[in-house]
């Protein structure tokens, strides 16, 4: 069973940055394509990003892209995800999710908690008009 944790979230103004981090454990972190999604008040989940096992190909949800960076280190058994430029419709929690030899184009696809093996509990990102 695989436990995530997620991390960094908190207030920060418009045009701000902010850096998540997931921690990983209780399974084999290099076997799981990583993605993280959010879900805004009233809103569904959706998809923010999604990185390969190997680290070597992504996937970003046009909203984000070219804001947003998403990285692992499998040494760390960690994500993360850099965001760059908030802007006040990104407020959400931030869910770090993980994807049994998936890869990114398909975990971009994933509509439903089902979609994916393994969830975070979500850490909560405010960023301030």
């Known amino acids: 069973q695989v436990q995530l944790v997620e991390s960094g979230g908190g207030l920060v103004q418009t045009g701000g940055s902010l850096r998540l981090s997931c921690a990983a454990s209780g399974g084999a972190f290099s076997n799981y394509c990583m993605g993280w999604f959010r879900q805004a008040p009233g809103k569904e989940r959706e998809f923010v990003a999604a990185?390969?096992?190997?680290?070597?190909?992504?996937y970003y949800a046009a909203s984000v892209r070219g804001r947003v960076t998403i990285s692992r280190d499998n040494a760390e058994n960690a994500v993360y995800l850099r965001m760059n430029s908030l802007k006040p419709e990104d407020t959400a929690v931030y869910y770090c999710?993980?994807?049994?030899?998936?890869?990114?184009?398909?975990?971009?696809?994933?509509?439903?908690?089902?979609?994916?093996?393994?969830w975070g509990k979500g850490t909560l990102v405010t960023v301030s008009s």
């Open positions: 990185i390969h096992w190997d680290g070597g190909s992504t």
């Open positions: 999710a993980a994807k049994t030899f998936g890869s990114p184009e398909v975990v971009a696809g994933v509509k439903t908690q089902e979609g994916m093996d393994y």
